[in-house]
């Protein structure tokens, strides 16, 4: 089974600094995908971020990186230069297998909030 | 342009009257996946399509049902409506071996 874990059920950040949202998770597949998707309030699910388990460097994509430590099985993801417009829930989510597509397992999420 | 299309976007609908959600896509993917996200929780997997073949996830209660007439077109249908069934329902597609997931806007469902 997997499993994913954020301890920041809120998270409040100044314009232009940079912010780190947890993420740990658990699994036993020796092969696996991690995730970042930003939910904003009108719903969406949008992608930011992969990482996979073999990748040597940690992703990245313009603003966010994915601070990937694998020993301590932990997924952060790194927003630099925040803006008003990154306010939103952010969801890490682990990618497993099930009847040939791709199940996504999400933790509860952090809501971000970037303040003037 | 939405590649993902989800309506309506909001739906209210009566304790035990069935409905119906709809997505479609234009991405051509043959999977086709249905989530469940109550308020303040993580979006959940009710079940998926690989092309024609339904997968069901092992906790989906059996109030949910799913249709797939083609490629493009998925449904949500939940024949008697709980008040425990308010949430937000969100289709995703995706086209293996590509990893990536893409999502509609999602349809809110109340329930009176």
């Known amino acids: 089974a997997q499993k994913i874990t954020q301890t920041q059920p809120g998270m409040f950040v100044q314009e232009k600094e940079a912010v780190t949202l947890d993420c740990t998770y658990d699994t036993s597949d020796q092969s696996y995908g991690l995730f970042w998707y930003k939910q904003p309030s009108s719903g969406e699910m949008i992608f930011l971020?992969?990482?996979?388990?073999?990748?040597?460097?940690?992703?990245?994509?313009?603003?966010?990186?994915?601070?990937?430590?694998?020993?301590?099985?932990?997924?952060?993801?790194?927003?630099?230069?925040?803006?008003?417009?990154?306010?939103?829930?952010?969801?890490?989510?682990?990618?497993?297998?099930?009847?040939?597509?791709?199940?996504?397992?999400?933790?509860?999420?952090?809501q971000l909030k970037v303040e003037l | 342009d939405a590649m993902v299309i989800q309506n309506p976007r909001y739906q209210v609908t009566q304790f035990g009257k069935p409905v119906t959600l709809s997505c479609s896509q234009t991405l051509n993917h043959n999977v086709m996946y249905w989530y469940q996200q109550k308020s303040s929780q993580?979006?959940?997997?009710?079940?998926?399509?690989?092309?024609?073949?339904?997968?069901?996830?092992?906790?989906?209660?059996?109030?949910?049902?799913?249709?797939?007439?083609?490629?493009?077109?998925?449904?949500?249908?939940?024949?008697?409506?709980?008040?425990?069934?308010?949430?937000?329902?969100?289709?995703?597609t995706s086209a293996p071996p590509d990893i990536s997931q893409y999502f509609g806007a999602g349809t809110r469902l109340s329930v009176l």
């Open chain 1, 49 to 110: 971020i992969y990482q996979g388990s073999y990748d040597e460097q940690n992703a990245t994509e313009g603003r966010y990186s994915l601070n990937f430590q694998k020993a301590r099985k932990s997924a952060n993801l790194v927003i630099s230069a925040s803006q008003l417009g990154d306010s939103a829930m952010y969801f890490c989510a682990m990618r497993g297998y099930t009847g040939g597509g791709n199940k996504l397992t999400f933790g509860t999420g952090t």
């Open chain 2, 42 to 92: 993580a979006p959940k997997l009710l079940f998926h399509y690989y092309d024609k073949d339904f997968n069901n996830e092992a906790d989906t209660p059996d109030n949910f049902q799913s249709r797939r007439p083609n490629t493009s077109f998925c449904f949500l249908d939940i024949r008697s409506p709980g008040l425990g069934d308010a949430a937000m329902y969100l289709c995703a």
